[in-house]
């Protein structure tokens, strides 16, 4: 019969950052985040008017061409979906 025995390691025990530290960082990420926040509410607001239905049934049109060569039963599918979006409108 053997045993094996296994060094065991002697691990340092986490430091506590002390409270200043501890505040110095809350203070700094709190600094930041309210600088994110400012900059974010002052970006000027693009206010984007609507598209007519006839301009976004254009639109997925322009989708449904690029999957032609690739995917021609999905580019008719969009199509057909362009198309009765146009026609919604005019009910």
């Known amino acids: 019969?053997?045993?094996?025995?296994?060094?065991?390691?002697?691990?340092?025990?986490?430091?506590?950052?002390g409270l200043g530290k501890t505040l110095?960082?809350?203070?700094?990420?709190?600094?930041r985040f309210t600088v994110a926040l400012l900059?974010?509410?002052r970006r000027p607001q693009k206010h984007q008017q609507r598209l007519s239905l006839v301009e976004e049934a254009n639109e997925l049109r322009q989708v449904a061409s690029a999957y032609l060569r690739t995917d021609p039963g999905?580019?008719?599918?969009?199509?057909a979906?362009?198309?009765?979006?146009?026609?919604q409108g005019e009910r």
Do not use: K
């Open 1 to 17: 019969m053997t045993s094996h025995s296994l060094p065991s390691q002697s691990f340092r025990p986490a430091q506590p950052l």
């Open 24 to 31: 110095r960082r809350l203070a700094v990420a709190t600094t």
């Open 39 to 41: 900059n974010a509410l």
């Open 74 to 79: 999905f580019a008719a599918d969009l199509m």
């Open 81 to 87: 979906a362009a198309d009765r979006h146009e026609l």
